[in-house]
Every structure is written in structure tokens, then in C-alpha cells.
């Protein structure tokens, strides 16, 4: 078995006082899609979001344990939270483009970078665009606003702009709740290309979206990793009546 790419080790997180993730512990693999289910309030966003550290932009967020990459721990004190974000993108539930161009919107990342080289910045657009599956549609409009593309176009050029950098680990945070089924459908088969070349850990409150594209998932109740396993077994063969009752539908 491949090793992970991301140990979480008694990892806590507080709200001020509250205890919001409450001693997790687990494994992420490379080329894997984990989906994080649970009903809402369980602490899946905070996990997501601990990963690249956004949590550190809500004053009175405390952390102990430790979440390591690649062997280092991103909660250690000589963490570079600016690249650890460049290996670690993010993507949100609404599509938030910069009010930009497509073109603009995707090597923004790039730029900032300092990349210069014209041919470098248009061969990195055509790629992600490419992988994020929105290439056809937009070739011929990059220099027009991303703002007049619909919101699963939007959704896509997102995750191109998170590509163009080249990251490690893609997190999505209910990237298609905003979406209609067609769009999701288009995100979803993306996501399946894309774990070829990425590990990436998405938040979902769809169970038929978890078991389509997943290959592991994990579900969360109150800040607790109650159970973490291959998707098939979570969903035919659960092994505790908490995580049994939510994907049947008795709650949440
Ligand atoms: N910025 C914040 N400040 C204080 N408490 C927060 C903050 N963000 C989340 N919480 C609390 O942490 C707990 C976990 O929230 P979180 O958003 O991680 O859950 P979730 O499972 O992702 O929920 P949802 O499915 O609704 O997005 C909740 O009790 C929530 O109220």
C-alpha cells in the first residue's frame, strides 16, 4: 500500500472554548477521492479547512496534535502558510471568481509567483483549463469576464485556477451543492480524471455523490471521526448503528 500523504494525529480544534474536532486521528492516501459526510454542525469543513490552515484566519482558533505532509507538520512553527496553500488548494461551495478575465483568473497564482513569460502563463491556462474540463467551452472567450460565466463554468475555472499552481492536494468543500446536475455531473467526472495526478478530500452532503466518485469515505458526528473506510463498506456494510442510521436517511 502506497504511504499516506497526510497523517492527522489527535487532532483538536477549538472555536474560543468550543471543541470542535475532537481528537482525530487518520490516514489520507495519493490518488484517492475521501469524501467527509456527516450532518451539518459535524466539524467536516473545520477538518477541510485545518488541512491548509485557513482556520488560522478565525481569531481564537486553537489547535493541538498534528496534521503532517509529506513529513513535516503544518501546525509546526516554520510552516510557510503561503506555499503550504500552493500545495494545498482549496475550493469553495460558491464559486468566487476574481472579477476578471478567465485568463486572469487562472494564472493569478501564476503571477503572483512572479511568472513573467507569456508562452509559460498560456500553455499553464490551456492545461488546467483542459483539466478542469471547461477547455472547449472557453478557448474562445479567455479574455472576457469569468463573472458572465455560468456558476458551474465559474465552479470550473476555480478549480483550474487552484491547478495552475501546480498543488499536491486539491480540498473541496461541497464544491456542487451550489450547481445543477448537469454541472455536478461535470465536476464529478472531473474529479475522477483528476485523482490520476492528485489526492483530493471533498466535503459532501450528497451520499450518492460520496458513493459515486469516493474511494474512501468518512463520516463525522460532533467533531468525531466515527468510522473511516473503503466508500463500499461505509455504505453496504457499515460497522457502527451511528454511521448506519445516516446513510440510510434516519437523520441528518
Ligand atoms: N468560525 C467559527 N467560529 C465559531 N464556531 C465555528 C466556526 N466555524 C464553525 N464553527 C462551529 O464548529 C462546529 C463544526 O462546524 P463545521 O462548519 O466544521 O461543520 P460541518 O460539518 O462542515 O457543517 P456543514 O455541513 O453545515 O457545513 C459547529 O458547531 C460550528 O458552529
Not at 450532518?39 to 479547512?49: F, H, V
Request: charged share 25%; with cysteine; aromatic share 8%.
Amino acid at each position: 500500500m502506497a504511504e499516506p500523504i497526510l497523517n492527522v494525529k489527535d487532532f483538536s480544534l477549538y472555536y474560543g472554548k468550543k471543541k470542535s474536532i475532537k481528537e482525530i486521528s487518520m490516514d489520507f492516501y495519493p490518488n484517492e477521492i475521501t469524501s467527509l459526510i456527516g450532518p451539518s454542525g459535524s466539524g467536516k469543513s473545520t477538518l477541510l479547512r485545518s488541512i491548509n490552515r485557513m482556520n488560522d484566519l478565525v481569531p481564537g482558533v486553537t489547535t493541538t496534535g498534528t496534521i503532517t505532509y509529506k513529513d513535516r507538520n503544518i501546525y509546526g512553527p516554520r510552516m510557510d502558510t503561503v506555499e503550504l496553500r500552493k500545495d494545498i488548494g482549496m475550493v469553495f461551495q460558491q464559486p468566487n471568481p476574481f472579477p476578471f478575465s478567465i485568463y486572469e483568473n487562472v494564472v493569478y497564482g501564476l503571477r503572483l509567483k512572479g511568472e513573467k513569460d507569456k508562452a509559460v502563463l498560456d500553455e499553464a491556462v490551456e492545461n488546467s483549463l483542459k483539466a478542469a474540463n471547461i477547455w472547449d467551452e472557453v478557448k474562445d472567450i479567455l479574455h472576457k469576464s469569468a463573472l458572465g460565466l455560468s456558476g458551474g463554468q465559474q465552479q470550473r475555472v476555480c478549480i483550474a485556477r487552484v491547478l495552475a499552481v501546480n498543488p499536491d492536494i486539491l480540498l473541496l468543500d461541497e464544491p456542487t451543492s451550489a450547481l445543477d446536475p448537469i454541472s455536478s455531473d461535470k465536476i464529478e467526472s472531473m474529479l475522477l480524471e483528476l485523482k490520476e495526478k492528485y489526492t483530493i478530500l471533498i466535503v459532501t452532503h450528497s451520499m450518492q455523490q460520496a458513493s459515486r466518485i469516493s474511494d474512501k469515505t468518512a463520516f463525522f458526528l460532533d467533531g468525531e471521526l466515527i468510522e473511516y473506510d473503503k466508500t463500499k463498506s461505509i455504505f453496504l456494510n457499515p460497522k457502527d448503528q451511528r454511521t448506519e442510521d445516516y446513510v440510510s436517511g434516519k437523520f441528518g
